[in-house]
């Protein structure tokens, strides 16, 4: 799956209250305190290199699934 910035901006900018640069700034962010990473499509030429996207990756895939899943571990039958 491909994903950018941009796209996910213009798709939920009216679901949060965020700005473009903001948004940018934040995934600057994640990536500087190595909550995510990025995994660069590998090309021989360094330009096709920059312009396909990269793959984004979380660290933590159990904070992923904590924040993304309703599932809150077993529950008691009594």
């Given at each position: 799956?491909?994903?950018?910035?941009?796209?996910?901006?213009?798709?939920?900018?009216?679901?949060?209250?965020?700005s473009?640069?903001?948004?940018?700034?934040?995934?600057?962010?994640?990536?500087?305190?190595m909550?995510?990473?990025?995994?660069?499509?590998?090309?021989?030429?360094?330009?096709?290199?920059?312009?396909?996207?990269?793959?984004?990756?979380?660290?933590?895939?159990?904070?992923?699934?904590?924040?993304?899943?309703?599932?809150?571990?077993r529950?008691?039958?009594?």
């Open positions: 799956m491909k994903f950018s910035l941009t796209s996910f901006y213009k798709q939920y900018k009216d679901k949060f209250p965020f473009k640069d903001l948004l940018f700034r934040y995934y600057k962010y994640f990536l500087q305190s909550l995510v990473f990025e995994v660069k499509k590998f090309s021989e030429s360094t330009y096709k290199r920059m312009r396909n996207p990269a793959k984004v990756y979380l660290i933590d895939t159990g904070l992923c699934r904590r924040m993304t899943s309703d599932d809150a571990g529950s008691r039958m009594s």
